[in-house]
């Protein structure tokens, strides 16, 4: 079983920065898929950055050149800067993430289908951003 917890959301005005933090807990294994998800309300969830345990990345169009996913390893942490942000960056951010089917296999698929599909297998709570004008 995983956990995640986010933390670091906040409200900002637009053109602000903030950074949100995902702790890990829990069994991972070699090969796997976090990422960053967002919901806004009346809008389709959407995969805004996912990363996977090789490193390779994917951003939403929608925040490419703003946003930066990244992990910190020894600290069990997924974060993801954002900067410039948006109104329509409000929404509330869930960390998530997806290990691979075993623990000696690779994940499958690639980390752009994984960030459109954004269908992970485990979640945490949730955390509201609100980008004010």
């Known amino acids: 079983q995983v956990q995640l917890v986010e933390s670091g959301g906040g409200s900002v005005e637009a053109g602000g920065s903030l950074r949100l933090s995902c702790r890990v807990s829990?069994?991972?294994?070699?090969?796997?898929?976090m990422g960053w998800v967002r919901q806004a309300p009346g809008k389709e969830r959407e995969g805004v950055a996912v990363?996977?345990?090789?490193?390779?990345?994917s951003y939403a169009d929608t925040v490419k050149g703003r946003f930066t996913i990244s992990q910190d390893n020894a600290k069990n942490t997924l974060y993801l800067q954002m900067n410039s942000l948006k109104p329509e960056d409000t929404a509330i951010y869930y960390c998530a993430m997806e290990n691979s089917e075993w623990p000696w296999t690779a994940v499958s698929g690639t980390v752009q289908e994984k960030r459109s599909k954004a269908d992970f297998t485990y979640w945490g709570q949730g955390t509201q951003v609100t980008v004010s004008s």
């Open positions: 990363i996977d345990s090789d490193g390779n990345i």
């Open positions: 829990g069994y991972t294994y070699n090969s796997y898929y």
